[in-house]
């Protein structure tokens, strides 16, 4: 029986998803609750815009590895409990979904995290390494352009399905209908999670992001 190590597995993930290092950094280095600052979201880019350039960058690469490095281990896992290869593939999906939950809602932080973005980014880059490239030059230019990040992060979150939608018509790739679902329920979580940031950018009103200096 797998059913007791797998869901142990999906336990642990959503347990280190919860790890939120732009909380633990605002409190152990600046002594604050980086919740009450700034947007409010506890993220990377509020992080770079309250803790400044070096930690904002720090918390952006370990939200990042915080959702590649488990599924790195997910076909070590699989061989051990002799999980089919269909099974391994869908574990992949269901523990990057337990990581980003874990970030979006820490048990260590009062379910109050992230967005899931970064961590996201991380697991998809174990996935569909193209697609995550693709990704991310689609955030890279609407950051450049406009200089939200929030519309960057939706960009890129609805850009994965499109790019793989269009890969599969082109034959490059075979379309698992699986990895598209998945991909367009975490555009969706990730839309609606950025509600408030699509009410300030219809107002008028959100913020943009700068590197020259901290903002406050």
Known sequence: MI??????AILISYLWGSLS??????????????REEGSGNAGATNALRVLGKGIGLTVLLMDFLKG?????????????????D???????????????????????????????????????????????????????????????????SLSAAWALPFFYSVLGALDVITVNPVYLSFYIVVAIIITLLHYKNIKRLLQGSENRISLKRRER
């Open 68 to 84: 590649m490095i488990p599924l790195l281990f997910v076909p070590f896992f699989a061989s051990s409990v002799k999980m089919a």
């Open 86 to 152: 269909q099974g391994e593939t869908y574990l992949s999906l269901v523990l990057l979904l337990s990581i980003m939950t874990g970030h979006m809602f820490p048990l260590w932080f009062g379910f109050r995290g992230g967005k899931g973005v970064a961590c996201g980014a991380g697991g998809i880059t174990v996935l569909f390494p193209v697609g995550a490239l693709f990704c991310l030059g689609v955030f890279l230019l609407v950051t450049l352009v406009t200089k939200f990040v929030s519309l960057a």
């Open 3 to 8: 059913f007791f190590p797998v869901s142990a």
């Open 21 to 34: 290092w732009s909380i633990m950094a605002g409190k152990l280095i600046r002594g604050i609750d980086i």
